[in-house]
């Protein structure tokens, strides 16, 4: 028990509450210079046309800045002969290069393709010369270097790749080619399809110039509707990306049909096979609900009015078959049955909006 008081009374009073604030301190800041350096290196990168913006020398800043960072808290808070470790490694550098040999060839690698410029982000490259691999390059970092296809595909292979194989630099990448999917009726699709070129022109030219205009092309037809690809070309390679995302985010409202679209295209629908039936058996029809799979599927047929009383029954067979064919054609849409009876138009409609909810539930 004494032994164990001694040994909390000697960490009370020894200087560990420094070394904690010396620690933190120096992690701290060398937090705040990593951040200032990497910022300041990225605008310069932007600013300069000596070395690319490749995310390369960004990394290699950064892990400068925190390798001194350690060194200092290894040093200053736990008088660590640092330059004893550093020698130490040296000694070891064989083994640890064996064991790193793909990171550090990888490293390599895409320091020098980045310091000579053979290859810097924008690029539209081709790896090897016959079936190699072809992308627009986004970034080289300390291992890969990113790409992107013609189809979107994001590729990422080993920088050293770079320095074994044969780079192709082709045409800068300018055009975009959106996949879409109609879902509109066939009547509509080519009101369609001239929105959506429209409102694509008016998104990109906020992007970048458009050195052809967007065109749609459909191409097959599916269970899901109409599918096709809208295509354009801009000037500036670099806004690619940015000029697709424009493009799709103006499209989209012209790509599915609204419901409420979708129940006025049904009611003009059955509106037209309405007025293709004479009115007094589509009246009938509706009250006695004998015509409502007639008109919701279209097909137009009409089952035959029975009368119902005596006195239909016997106007019907007083009245000559060709009195009957007149009567028929000169009845209008707004006719009503008889003298007495209310037009007939309103009724009509709202019976068949009835019939064309319960058809729906």
């Given at each position: 028990m004494e032994q164990d008081l001694s040994i909390f009374e000697k960490f009370v009073r020894s200087d560990w509450a420094g070394t904690v604030v010396g620690v933190v301190a120096i992690v701290f800041l060398t937090l705040v210079v990593s951040r200032i350096a990497t910022t300041a290196i990225r605008r310069l990168l932007k600013k300069t046309t000596l070395l690319p913006a490749s995310s390369i020398f960004v990394n290699l800043v950064r892990a400068l800045v925190w390798i001194i960072g350690i060194s200092c808290v290894l040093s200053i808070c736990f008088?660590?002969?640092?330059?004893?470790?550093?020698?130490?490694?040296?000694?070891?550098?064989?083994?640890?290069?064996?064991?790193?040999?793909?990171?550090?060839?990888?490293?390599?690698?895409?320091?020098?393709?980045?310091?000579?410029?053979?290859?810097?982000?924008g690029d539209n490259i081709q790896v090897g010369t016959l079936s190699g691999i072809k992308g627009?390059?986004?970034?080289?970092?300390?291992?890969?270097?990113?790409?992107?296809?013609?189809?979107?595909?994001?590729?990422?292979?080993?920088?050293?790749?770079?320095?074994?194989?044969?780079?192709?630099?082709?045409?800068?990448?300018?055009?975009?080619?959106?996949?879409?999917?109609?879902?509109?009726?066939?009547?509509?699709?080519?009101?369609?399809?001239?929105?959506?070129?429209?409102?694509?022109?008016?998104?990109?030219?906020?992007?970048?110039?458009?050195?052809?205009?967007?065109?749609?092309?459909?191409?097959?037809?599916?269970?899901?509707?109409?599918?096709?690809?809208?295509?354009?070309?801009?000037?500036?390679?670099?806004?690619?990306?940015?000029?697709?995302?424009?493009?799709?985010?103006?499209?989209?409202?012209?790509v599915h049909a609204h419901p409420v679209e979708q129940m006025m295209d049904a009611m003009e629908s059955l509106q037209v096979q309405a007025r293709n039936a004479p009115v007094p058996q589509v009246l009938k029809a509706v009250d006695h609900e004998l015509a409502s799979d007639a008109l919701l599927e279209g097909t137009g047929a009409m089952e035959p009015v029975v009368p119902t009383n005596a006195a239909e029954k016997a106007s019907a067979a007083q009245q000559p078959a060709g009195a009957k064919n007149a009567s028929a054609r000169e009845t209008g849409p707004d006719a009503g049955e008889g003298e007495d009876s209310t037009p007939a138009k309103k009724p009509h409609h709202r019976r068949l909006r009835r019939l064309f909810k319960k058809e729906q539930q």
């Amino acid at each position: 028990m004494e032994q164990d008081l001694s040994i909390f009374e000697k960490f009370v009073r020894s200087d560990w509450a420094g070394t904690v604030v010396g620690v933190v301190a120096i992690v701290f800041l060398t937090l705040v210079v990593s951040r200032i350096a990497t910022t300041a290196i990225r605008r310069l990168l932007k600013k300069t046309t000596l070395l690319p913006a490749s995310s390369i020398f960004v990394n290699l800043v950064r892990a400068l800045v925190w390798i001194i960072g350690i060194s200092c808290v290894l040093s200053i808070c736990f008088n660590v002969n640092v330059s004893a470790i550093i020698t130490a490694l040296g000694v070891g550098g064989i083994a640890v290069s064996l064991g790193m040999q793909d990171t550090i060839s990888n490293l390599i690698g895409g320091f020098q393709v980045s310091v000579a410029r053979i290859v810097k982000p924008g690029d539209n490259i081709q790896v090897g010369t016959l079936s190699g691999i072809k992308g627009r390059v986004t970034d080289v970092t300390l291992r890969y270097t990113h790409m992107v296809n013609g189809d979107g595909d994001r590729i990422v292979i080993p920088n050293s790749m770079l320095n074994s194989n044969a780079i192709v630099h082709l045409d800068p990448i300018c055009e975009v080619n959106v996949p879409v999917v109609v879902t509109y009726n066939e009547e509509r699709l080519t009101w369609v399809a001239h929105h959506m070129e429209d409102a694509a022109a008016k998104a990109v030219a906020r992007v970048s110039k458009l050195k052809k205009g967007p065109q749609v092309q459909f191409s097959s037809v599916n269970e899901h509707g109409f599918a096709g690809v809208l295509f354009f070309t801009i000037s500036d390679p670099a806004r690619i990306d940015d000029a697709a995302d424009a493009a799709i985010r103006a499209i989209a409202p012209y790509v599915h049909a609204h419901p409420v679209e979708q129940m006025m295209d049904a009611m003009e629908s059955l509106q037209v096979q309405a007025r293709n039936a004479p009115v007094p058996q589509v009246l009938k029809a509706v009250d006695h609900e004998l015509a409502s799979d007639a008109l919701l599927e279209g097909t137009g047929a009409m089952e035959p009015v029975v009368p119902t009383n005596a006195a239909e029954k016997a106007s019907a067979a007083q009245q000559p078959a060709g009195a009957k064919n007149a009567s028929a054609r000169e009845t209008g849409p707004d006719a009503g049955e008889g003298e007495d009876s209310t037009p007939a138009k309103k009724p009509h409609h709202r019976r068949l909006r009835r019939l064309f909810k319960k058809e729906q539930q």
